[in-house]
């Protein structure tokens, strides 16, 4: 099977129709059906049920869906990771993604950690927006990531756990709020003047809500300290707060798995030394 094949499907299972999926790959409608229907032939199953006003997915166009993009997102990851080597001059380096603003300290520890060691290469650190870290991951711009369960989504990584944790509510010191020992997560949520704020889905819209729309930890914590938001987060979040906050722990709030996590066909080694002195921290 070949990749071309594989984006000509790809195109017609996400369109649910072959002319706009012909319009979108720019090419005409009836080499793209006839590619479609040698690759049906190919397999032996049907992967489209065709209809008047387009074409369905079948189990079978279920299951190269699924596994087709899965394989277009390898090849397309082993080319950007071969670009950066070029770029690089050949010499070895390893990408690691974090959410701005999360896991600094214990980002910090493994750096230095790593840079003790003999062996260490060169280490970028990408920081970008909450839910981006695993795209970056899976499309090659990372070779590794710092991911947070259950938020995050690491179907198909391997990964090693490095913390669990509780979570508390970051609100303005001095809100009445701020003087509970505890509260549930219903609670955290519910605060009138205090909405909770709310992050981009990968193609940059916003859910609805009446939290304020925002990119990156910095923008929420000042808006937490001019009470107009309130958030929770990972109680190791605490180390890195200065001034102007309270922190009042989540009872219920589910707990947070960080987690180191790469590619399950990884042979880096320079990927291998970064992990294994993150399971050592």
Same mark, same amino acid.
């Given at each position: 099977?070949?990749?071309?094949?594989?984006?000509?499907?790809?195109?017609?299972? &996400?369109?649910?129709?072959?002319?706009?999926a012909?319009?979108?790959?720019?090419?005409?409608q009836? @080499?793209?059906?006839?590619?479609? *229907?040698?690759? &049906?032939r190919?397999? =032996?199953?049907?992967?489209?049920?065709r209809?008047?006003?387009?074409?369905?997915?079948?189990?079978?166009?279920?299951?190269?869906l699924? &596994?087709?993009?899965?394989?277009?997102?390898?090849?397309?990851?082993?080319?950007?990771?071969?670009?950066?080597?070029? &770029?690089a001059?050949?010499?070895?380096?390893?990408?690691?993604?974090? +959410?701005?603003?999360?896991? =600094?300290? !214990?980002?910090? +520890?493994?750096?230095?950690?790593?840079?003790?060691?003999?062996?260490?290469v060169?280490?970028?650190?990408?920081?970008?927006?909450p =839910?981006? %870290?695993?795209?970056?991951?899976?499309?090659?711009?990372?070779d590794?990531?710092?991911? /947070?369960l259950?938020?995050?989504?690491?179907?198909?990584?391997?990964?090693?756990?490095?913390?669990?944790?509780?979570?508390a !509510?970051?609100?303005?010191?001095?809100? $009445?709020?701020?003087?509970?020992?505890?509260?549930?997560?219903?609670?955290?949520?519910?605060?009138?003047?205090?909405?909770?704020?709310?992050?981009? /889905? !990968?193609? =940059?819209?916003?859910?609805?809500?009446?939290? @304020?729309?925002?990119?990156?930890?910095?923008?929420?914590l %000042?808006?937490?300290?001019?009470?107009?938001?309130?958030?929770?987060?990972?109680?190791?979040?605490?180390?890195?707060?200065?001034?102007?906050?309270?922190?009042? @722990?989540?009872?219920?709030? $589910?707990?947070?798995?960080?987690?180191?996590?790469?590619?399950? /066909?990884?042979?880096?080694?320079?990927?291998?030394?970064?992990?294994r002195? *993150?399971?050592?921290?």
């Amino acid at each position: 099977m070949e990749t071309r094949e594989l984006r000509y499907f790809v195109a017609v299972a &996400e369109e649910s129709h072959v002319g706009r999926a012909a319009q979108r790959l720019g090419m005409a409608q009836p @080499p793209l059906s006839r590619a479609i *229907a040698q690759l &049906e032939r190919r397999l =032996g199953a049907e992967l489209f049920v065709r209809g008047p006003r387009g074409v369905e997915l079948t189990t079978a166009g279920e299951t190269l869906l699924r &596994e087709g993009r899965a394989a277009l997102a390898a090849v397309e990851a082993a080319e950007r990771r071969t670009r950066r080597t070029i &770029e690089a001059g050949g010499r070895p380096a390893v990408v690691l993604t974090a +959410k701005a603003g999360a896991s =600094g300290e !214990l980002m910090a +520890k493994l750096l230095d950690a790593y840079a003790a060691e003999p062996d260490a290469v060169d280490v970028e650190v990408v920081l970008s927006p909450p =839910g981006h %870290q695993s795209a970056m991951l899976r499309d090659g711009r990372a070779d590794v990531a710092l991911l /947070h369960l259950p938020f995050d989504d690491v179907s198909g990584f391997d990964v090693d756990t490095l913390a669990v944790e509780d979570q508390a !509510l970051i609100l303005p010191a001095g809100h $009445p709020a701020s003087r509970r020992t505890s509260m549930t997560l219903a609670e955290a949520t519910s605060i009138p003047d205090l909405p909770l704020p709310r992050w981009p /889905h !990968l193609d =940059g819209t916003y859910p609805d809500g009446p939290g @304020p729309e925002l990119r990156d930890l910095t923008q929420v914590l %000042q808006l937490v300290r001019l009470g107009r938001a309130a958030i929770v987060l990972p109680e190791s979040a605490q180390a890195d707060l200065r001034d102007g906050l309270a922190v009042v @722990p989540v009872s219920d709030a $589910p707990r947070v798995t960080t987690v180191i996590a790469w590619p399950p /066909h990884s042979t880096s080694t320079v990927v291998a030394g970064l992990v294994r002195t *993150a399971s050592r921290l």
